[in-house]
């Protein structure tokens, strides 16, 4: 599934609107339904960010998978619950009926899931924890970083890669100032695990200046790492890939500038451009 959003695209020094398909993201809550001593169970084992569609595809291959179900007959069938909610009109919610408990153990099930759409939001239980605990939106009149920088951004962040010149498989964030000097950076397999490591290590050293400082990161940007960087009141999140549907949602909302397909020629905008500086 996906959606067009309109976009502020730069391309050759050449600014014009159009619109751009944006992949979906949506959380789906995922339960189990079992009968244990005779009464009617229902569990939260987690929630996942995906694109919606195939939802019972994914509840059976992830029981199965995560052997809650050694056998897909265990599974006697799959329920949406829930109204449909949010702009998508879509249930955000799933109940498998499974017939077999030896492989139940909630706890457990709670401590070790870690859920994905390339992580996604890890360990979270409930639909509710999704909000992200923030009351004010960011003042749009800062950072105020040059187009030439932005263009310049994929290349700084290769620059400090130690480990993709040796891998290629690794992701990275970088804290960056409005100059184009990089502050920090850091590496992981998992995006969402570099920007934590990255944000951790600002802190820490006291690095963070939300006035003349963006965050790039060198994949797709989803909803989890948007949130991320809110909490550390960063006003712009550049990604080498592309947003999805409820990162530019939230960026929106809460006031941050979010660029994606970050180029040495171009870019996209997809929310608050007044942070960008177009003058050559």
Request: hydrophobic share 35%; net charge positive.
């Amino acid at each position: 599934m996906n959606i067009k959003y309109n976009v502020t695209k730069l391309k050759d020094n050449s600014v014009g609107e159009v619109k751009d398909f944006v992949s979906i993201e949506e959380p789906l809550e995922m339960n189990i339904r079992f009968l244990s001593n005779g009464k009617w169970i229902t569990e939260n084992i987690s929630i996942t960010m995906r694109t919606p569609g195939n939802d019972e595809e994914l509840i059976s291959g992830f029981l199965f998978n995560e052997r809650i179900v050694e056998k897909f007959s265990e599974i006697t069938k799959i329920e949406k619950d829930g109204e449909k909610v949010g702009d998508y009109n879509i249930q955000n919610k799933i109940i498998a009926f499974i017939n077999s408990t030896k492989n139940i153990d909630i706890g457990k099930l709670k401590r070790n899931f870690v859920t994905n759409s390339s992580c996604g939001v890890c360990g979270k239980t409930s639909l509710d924890s999704i909000e992200v605990i923030k009351n004010e939106k960011l003042d749009l009149s800062f950072p105020k970083v040059k187009k030439e920088v932005i263009m310049e951004s994929p290349k700084l962040l290769m620059n400090e890669q130690s480990e993709f010149s040796k891998t290629g498989g690794i992701h990275a964030s970088a804290l960056i100032n409005e100059s184009g000097k990089t502050i920090a950076t850091k590496e992981d397999v998992g995006r969402h695990n570099a920007l934590d490591k990255l944000i951790g290590h600002a802190h820490r050293k006291k690095l963070i200046d939300n006035r003349s400082q963006f965050i790039a990161c060198s994949g797709r940007l989803n909803f989890e790492l948007v949130q991320k960087g809110l909490m550390s009141n960063i006003g712009l999140m550049v990604g080498v890939g592309a947003p999805t549907s409820l990162a530019i949602d939230l960026a929106k909302r809460f006031g941050m500038t979010l660029l994606g397909f970050v180029k040495k020629n171009s870019f996209n905008i997809y929310t608050h451009k007044q942070r960008i500086d177009f003058k050559d």
